[in-house]
């Protein structure tokens, strides 16, 4: 599914995700991420692959995430984006998209992740299969 350009502002934003994954008893396991966009996927690194969120997505790829915005719509509530999809994980190529995605959540200039020799890690990669949430990309708008 194409993300909207509307949506596609939002991640883009440098603002936090909540991204949601399943545990195996089916509750919910949230972490907070830097997220991007490669194409129509959204990514998310993760230098370390014994993760729980890293885990979940091997055993059951279904995920979520919410980006609150600093928009507030004219009947007064703040907008924010909800994303449902199917992750994937590629091993390797987290610290140079960790560092693509530093620029916009630390700052130009800065060197991350901050060590001499960071672990090849994991990418995360999501397919959006519908968007959600309060805003222009949430159905009836």
């Not at 959204?42 to 091997?58: E, G, Y």
């Not at 719509?73 to 987290?94: D, F, K, R």
């Amino acid at each position: 599914m194409a993300i909207p350009d509307s949506a596609r502002r939002v991640i883009e934003s440098g603002r936090l995700a909540h991204l949601v994954t399943l545990n195996r008893d089916g509750s919910p396991q949230i972490s907070c991420v830097w997220v991007g966009i490669d194409g129509d996927e959204i990514v998310c690194a993760h230098l370390f692959n014994q993760q729980q969120k890293l885990r979940n997505v091997r055993r059951d790829p279904r995920v979520s995430f919410s980006i609150e915005t600093d928009t507030v719509n004219p009947i007064g509530l703040t907008e924010y984006l909800v994303v449902h999809g199917t992750a994937s994980l590629q091993e390797g190529g987290a610290p140079e998209v960790l560092q693509e995605l530093a620029y916009r959540y630390i700052g130009p200039g800065v060197k991350f992740p901050p060590m001499p020799d960071p672990p090849p890690g994991v990418v995360m990669r999501i397919r959006p299969a519908r968007f959600g949430g309060v805003g222009p990309w949430a159905p009836g708008g």
